[in-house]
């Protein structure tokens, strides 16, 4: 690559400059990877949480589910009356410019849609432990998506540091060592050109 470079003064100011850019995007660009990988580690925990809280919540819900099932029949013409969610909403807040999504469920009160008459308590908490699972369901979704974006991102962060810290850097590195030598070496000649000059002067005024 060095050898492709002609070797002026402002070629070696331009190839400095140019080192100095990349020198600080390594630096915006570890930054970056450091800032996303702590919000990574930290997505990690609270995914395991969320996962612990849905395992045992969902073992109360069918726990309670089996009681129903038992003294009430099969409970699906009652489950039949729940309504779908349609009140989920997704919006984004950006991390180091990585848009993570943020999932909120409207805020309305929970009801059962049935009947208390053929019911009891049984069915009741069922319903209600099926509820967070529902709300815990919905921020699992939002944390191991933000994760995975995350882990998308980083990795391209870690590539083009990479690229920056193998390749670029140490090229114009190559390239400013090649000019200030060959520079160098010109400066030299030049030096040593004057100076048969100027001798072969003294020699003729002598003559």
Do not use: W
């Amino acid at each position: 690559m060095a050898n492709q470079v002609f070797p002026t003064k402002g070629n070696l100011l331009n190839i400095k400059k140019s080192l100095s850019l990349a020198s600080l995007g390594y630096d915006l660009m570890d930054r970056k990877r450091n800032i996303l990988i702590r919000e990574m580690m930290t997505l990690i925990d609270t995914a395991k949480t969320v996962r612990d809280q849905i395992d045992e919540t969902y073992r109360k819900a069918y726990a309670a589910l089996q009681r129903a099932n038992v003294t009430l029949g099969v409970c699906s013409e009652v489950a039949a009356t729940t309504p779908v969610e349609t009140g989920i909403e997704v919006t984004y807040r950006s991390v180091m410019g990585v848009e993570l999504p943020h999932i909120t469920i409207k805020q309305h009160e929970e009801q059962s849609h049935y009947g208390l008459q053929h019911t009891n308590s049984q069915l009741d908490q069922a319903f209600v432990c099926f509820v967070k699972c529902k709300e815990l369901t919905v921020l699992l979704a939002e944390v191991e998506n933000s994760i995975y974006r995350l882990a998308v991102s980083i990795k391209k962060t870690q590539c083009r540091a990479n690229a920056l810290k193998n390749i670029i850097i140490p090229g114009f590195e190559e390239n400013i060592h090649f000019i200030s030598n060959a520079l160098e070496e010109k400066e030299r000649e030049e030096f040593s050109r004057m100076k048969v000059i100027r001798h072969t002067k003294d020699k003729r005024k002598e003559a």
